[in-house]
């Protein structure tokens, strides 16, 4: 099955700084890269997702790029704010499965 | 819709009992995930439905956990009998054509 990777486990940045997750994944038939973020105590949320037809894509502070040769991912947040601060995970689905397969988590801390 | 709605929020419960997670995914959709959330292991994928069929349960971890889907809008989670080492989230999530949307979560503690 999908196997994916993500670093760092912990992030803290200052307030304004820009924040990179980076993910990487085995299964070269996986065609859709969803980001979700958890804050404490609430449920998953996803926040941006990117399909394997496309190399970027950006909504407003925050943009995903994919690496589909190389079979990585990251995710890219500028000019944080303490609010950002959540457990950011990276998911990977191989096509026609719809199923996700999820990283470990990093935890961001967006320092003010 | 208001969306996935899991029951009940909380659970605890002694070592030994049987304990049932409940799941309403939201209307129309048509995959259902179960995932369990610790902090050793993160999210992990214990068996999703399509169209109410199980189709992977390869990450349930022992024939301890069953889960069942018996109509388009319920679907449970059991454990029995249940141990210290089940505590944490259990997460339900249902999607449709990609994106999944999570319940807010039923918080197990086995004593």
């Known amino acids: 099955g999908e196997n994916v990777e993500q670093h760092p486990s912990t992030l803290s940045v200052q307030e304004g700084d820009s924040a990179v997750i980076k993910c990487t994944y085995s299964?070269?038939?996986?065609?859709?890269f969803p980001w979700y973020k958890q804050e404490l105590g609430k449920r998953p949320q996803l926040i941006i997702d990117?399909?394997?037809?496309?190399g970027e894509k950006k909504d407003q502070r925050i943009a995903v790029t994919l690496n589909k040769t190389a079979k990585h991912f990251s995710l890219h947040i500028t000019e944080t704010q303490p609010e950002d601060s959540a457990v950011y995970f990276c998911a990977a689905s191989p096509f026609g499965a719809n199923n996700l397969f999820f990283g470990t988590g990093t935890r961001l801390t967006v320092i003010p | 819709d208001a969306g996935v709605i899991q029951s009940p929020r909380h659970e605890v419960t002694e070592m030994g009992q049987e304990v049932t997670l409940r799941c309403k995914p939201i209307?129309?959709?048509?995959?259902l995930f179960w995932y369990r959330q610790t902090m050793m292991r993160g999210l992990e994928l214990l068996i999703y439905?399509?169209?109410?069929?199980?189709?992977?349960d390869s990450g349930m971890p022992e024939d301890r956990f069953s889960a069942k889907m018996p109509n388009a809008s319920f679907s449970t989670l059991k454990i029995q009998p249940s141990e210290p080492r089940d505590s944490a989230v259990y997460f339900c999530a249902s999607s449709l054509e990609g994106e999944a949307f999570f319940g807010q979560g039923t918080r197990l503690t086995v004593v």
């Open positions: 299964d070269s038939a996986s065609n859709y």
């Open positions: 990117i399909r394997s037809n496309v």
């Open positions: 209307s129309g959709h048509d995959y």
């Open positions: 439905f399509n169209n109410n069929v199980p189709i992977d």
